[in-house]
């Protein structure tokens, strides 16, 4: 935390120190300022700049708890947003475990994640980057002939909680990233893949990285074909294994047990999972891009390990389900300005395994090497556990990538693609939204295709 | 919403150094929503985004600013921060004189959700989960949600133009959790109209509630989704989604001219069977997509893009359209204030056909009868779509049996729209969509008559 005391936390700690006797209040500020540039043609087709603030007002009386947030930080917003949480105060149920969080003596995590460089950094350097992303792109490979999107984008935030109970808390952060989607064109077939660079400091990205990760990535699919239905061993990608334990660290949330609402509920001690695969949620891990020193209600980080060789060992919290279960917050409080805060990982990894991605894919005869999903939103059901999702790859043959497919589906349920690992790679890979995947082979999976 | 002479004078300002537009977008948003979870009222909330969005355009460049400040100074520097973000232009150009322009709403409000009691919103939560519940003993969690919001939008750019827009929405959603030895299953049904709180005059939350619940407690006894390739019939008003995935994101302008769309260069073409008309249609009184203008200021518009199976036309937001010099389709669209407005679909809906829907089902020997349709995703550069059945059943012998499982589907856009082999008579609209690309969500509408894909992979286990 910085040395003075934050002008965001002042704010914060005026509107919870309007609480009237019997009344709990909580207030989260934040503010942020982005730049974005995207190019197209060899020119500039946007640039924002951009600033947005915002209030998120809770207050609690008689353990009923009403809401309000205002996207403007002006007094008199500010004040009717707290006036509107009173109010619908009163429609809330009484429930006896609802109330703020309060200072659990844990001490915050030490992380330095903002890029102090990067508010340096010219508009036009920015352009600059933009502009050259696309045209590496573009000259990287004869078959690509176009660019869909080239872009640049950073973003530097600030947050403040403050509670009537005695939460003090402020953090602020920073990313950037690079982001070309590539069109690969060949005898009439067009195909179309991202690549992605990302970092803090504007000095972290790699245009290279970016446009070397697109053009693999829409090249290799160049004539793909619709495989045979079949059972098949599946290798995914450290990123696809991200999205999947993503979905699966959403089931071990405390709100979903408490609703009779994750399978896992009552799977607490037992193996859920292969004695291979161990996953951890720790947002004071700097290395993520999801770190972060306080959570959404002002309580510390912490690590919280979920799933340790296969065995579930317990839930992420907030302090509402923590209270409810019978326990304590995780310090797992996830939550944006415009609602109250929900329960959810920050910076979810997997446990790196044995081996390299090589030769975690070497040693599979025949299988589908998955690079990416679709329809996960409409596919996959967390509470049935029920999966099902579109899937385009390359297949394997005696441990060698082989040829592209496309529109085929991989299906089963979450709960047995866990218990069914058969390999986890120790390629851990960081990606965009804070996670950590490594390689994983999951045999006997249904592929629907011709 | 804003003096006019304070939004001539920004005007003004963004065009200062030069460049042949200049937009502002003022919005104005209150929402509340009311969650009713695990057996009580959770929390109500109360929401209120104000601000407005500033872009300049020079040649093929766009700088875009925006402020929660609409003071004259915050406006004066969100159009200097637009100007300077647009590369510098010729120089000297004026704003043209405002000329207010009143476009024709699709439907009036009767029931504004904001002076309705806040104790009327949660009584009706209340009914949902009581009606949920007495629908089986099996039901073991209800979450009802309500959802209500008012957005007046301001557009106004240095052509001249000056026109407004006031769109109530309500929203009203039930998820039910049904528990058997199998496990668990969800149901959930929604209902969401560009009306006010009029909207529980014509509809029970009872009867939502109940088919909610249903669809879990069928899914209980239901079996794994076979896996393959085969028919699929589609009922109506649950399949619009698959139009709006296997064609409507490829017949979006931006995507075509970047050669990202499968359906770039094909206009008057035939693409599907001459039964199928798809129209795209802001102007749908009360449909979930609707508007009296969209967010460049456009009218809203029906639209052609399928005639008898022929591919008439795309979909065009402003600056395309101006490029190309042909009408704007009033498809330009952002979700708020702080986003620059794309090509967006609206209403997206096939008109009815010819054929009687007991008929299609009775000729499909075996297959899969997908009543309701989740969401989608597509490929827009292959055609290559995903979307999900929420409640589906096996067809054997020509009549619907069994219950499944969910699972995704998957087919090619083109491909699947040139096979379609039958197209009922019995029109319905769908559940209330939001649309998400590029990282915006709009909300939308879609609907469909019964129909049938000879040919779709299923994606089950069986």
């Known amino acids: 935390m910085a040395a003075h005391a934050p002008e965001l936390l002042d704010v914060a700690a005026r509107v919870a120190e309007m609480a009237k006797p019997g009344e709990q209040v909580e207030a989260y500020v934040a503010r942020g300022t982005s730049t974005t540039v995207r190019a197209y043609g060899g020119e500039v087709e946007s640039l924002t700049q951009a600033s947005s603030a915002g209030v998120g007002v809770r207050v609690i009386v008689d353990h009923r708890e009403g809401f309000a947030y205002a996207g403007t930080l002006e007094e008199g917003a500010v004040l009717d947003a707290l006036a509107e949480a009173r109010d619908n105060a009163a429609f809330g149920e009484p429930d006896e475990f609802n109330g703020l969080a309060e200072p659990d003596g844990v001490e915050p995590a030490d992380l330095d994640l903002w890029p102090a460089g990067l508010q340096a950094v010219p508009t036009a350097d920015k352009v600059a980057m933009a502009l050259d992303l696309e045209r590496v792109t573009r000259g990287r490979d004869p078959r690509i002939n176009g660019v869909r999107l080239a872009m640049y984008s950073d973003s530097l935030g600030e947050g403040a909680v403050a509670t009537s109970t005695g939460i003090r808390s402020w953090g602020r952060a920073g990313t950037s990233y690079l982001m070309v989607q590539a069109l690969a064109v060949q005898d009439g077939e067009t195909q179309i893949a991202g690549g992605l660079s990302v970092g803090r400091e504007l000095t972290d990205l790699s245009i290279d990285e970016a446009a070397d990760d697109a053009v693999l990535r829409a090249t290799r699919l160049l004539g793909s074909t619709k495989p045979p239905t079949q059972r098949i061993t599946l290798v995914l990608e450290p990123r696809m294994t991200a999205t999947i334990l993503g979905i699966v660290g959403g089931m071990l949330n405390g709100e979903a047990v408490l609703k009779g609402r994750s399978p896992f509920g009552d799977r607490v001690g037992q193996a859920i999972a292969s004695p291979l695969l161990t996953f951890v949620d720790d947002p004071t891990d700097a290395r993520s891009l999801g770190a972060e020193a306080h959570d959404g209600e002002g309580l510390a980080t912490r690590r919280n390990e979920l799933v340790v060789d296969g065995v579930l060992q317990g839930f992420l919290h907030n302090t509402y389900t923590g209270r409810r279960s019978g326990t304590a917050s995780t310090g797992s409080a996830q939550r944006g300005i415009a609602s109250t805060p929900g329960v959810g990982a920050g910076a979810l990894a997997v446990a790196p395994g044995a081996g390299t991605h090589e030769e975690v894919l070497g040693a599979v005869d025949r299988g589908l090497f998955v690079t990416s999903m679709a329809g996960l939103h409409s596919g996959v059901n967390p509470v049935s556990g029920d999966f099902s999702v579109g899937v385009e790859g390359l297949m394997v043959r005696d441990g060698a990538l082989a040829e592209p497919v496309r529109e085929a589906t991989i299906a089963s349920t979450l709960q047995r693609l866990l218990l069914d690992i058969s390999a986890v790679g120790a390629d851990l890979e960081w990606l965009p939204d804070g996670t950590g995947g490594v390689t994983l082979v999951i045999p006997d999976v249904a592929l629907s295709g011709a | ?462």
């Not at chain 2, 043209?96 to 504004?112: H, S």
């Not at chain 2, 969209?294 to 937001?317: H, K, P």
């Open chain 2, 1 to 462: 919403m804003l003096d006019h002479d304070l939004i001539q004078r920004t005007l003004g300002a963004a065009l200062r150094t030069g460049g042949e537009l200049a937009e502002i977008f003022v919005e104005d948003k209150v929402s509340s929503s009311a969650i009713f979870d695990d057996g009580k009222v959770e929390h109500l909330t109360s929401g209120r985004d104000r601000g407005a969005g500033i872009r300049v355009i020079v040649g093929d460049t766009t700088g875009f600013a925006h402020t929660a400040d609409l003071s004259e100074s915050g406006l004066a520097a969100a159009a200097e921060a637009a100007a300077a973000a647009a590369r510098s232009g010729g120089g000297g150009v004026r704003a043209a004189a405002l000329v207010a322009q009143d476009a024709p709403r699709p439907n009036q409000i009767a029931v504004l959700p904001q002076d309705v009691p806040k104790a009327k919103k949660v009584e009706l939560l209340r009914r949902a989960d009581d009606a949920a519940r007495a629908a089986g003993a099996a039901i073991s969690q209800v979450t009802a949600r309500y959802g209500d919001s008012r957005r007046r939008i301001l557009v106004a750019n240095s052509d001249g133009l000056l026109t407004e827009d006031d769109q109530v929405r309500t929203l009203f959603s039930v998820m039910a959790v049904a528990s058997g030895d199998t496990g668990m299953q969800t149901g959930y049904q929604s209902l969401g109209r560009t009306v006010g709180f009029e909207l529980f005059d014509s509809h029970d939350v009872e009867d939502l509630a109940r088919e909610a619940a249903e669809r879990a407690l069928v899914k209980l006894g239901a079996r794994p989704a076979p896996s393959g390739t085969m028919p699929v019939v589609i009922g109506p008003g649950g399949g619009g989604v698959l139009f709006h995935e296997a064609c409507g994101h490829g017949l979006e302008a931006d995507l075509v001219t970047k050669g990202a769309s499968v359906f770039a260069g094909r206009i008057g073409e035939r693409v599907a069977d001459p039964r199928i008309t798809l129209v795209d249609d802001g102007t749908m009184a009360e449909e979930w997509g609707c508007f009296a203008i969209d967010d460049e200021g456009s009218v809203a518009a029906r639209n052609v893009l399928i005639e008898d199976g022929i591919l008439t036309d795309y979909m065009w937001d402003l600056l395309r359209a101006r490029k190309e010099g042909r009408p704007r389709s009033g498809n330009g669209r952002r979700q708020s204030y702080k986003h620059l407005p794309m090509v967006r679909m609206t209403n997206t809906y096939v008109l009815a056909g010819p054929d009687d829907p007991d008929d299609i089902v009775a000729s499909t020997p075996n297959g899969v009868y997908v009543a309701h349709l989740g969401g989608g995703q597509v490929n827009t550069a292959t055609g290559d779509f995903v979307f999900g059945m929420t409640e589906a059943y096996l067809i054997e012998d020509g009549r619907i049996t069994e219950p499944l499982r969910e699972g995704n589907l998957i087919g090619n856009g083109p491909a699947v729209l040139a096979s379609i082999d039958a197209v009922g008579h019995d029109f319905a609209m769908g559940s209330p969509g939001m649309c998400g690309k590029d990282g915006q969500g709009v909300p939308v509408g879609d609907g469909v008559p019964t129909l049938r894909v000879p040919a779709l992979t299923v994606g089950g286990t069986a």
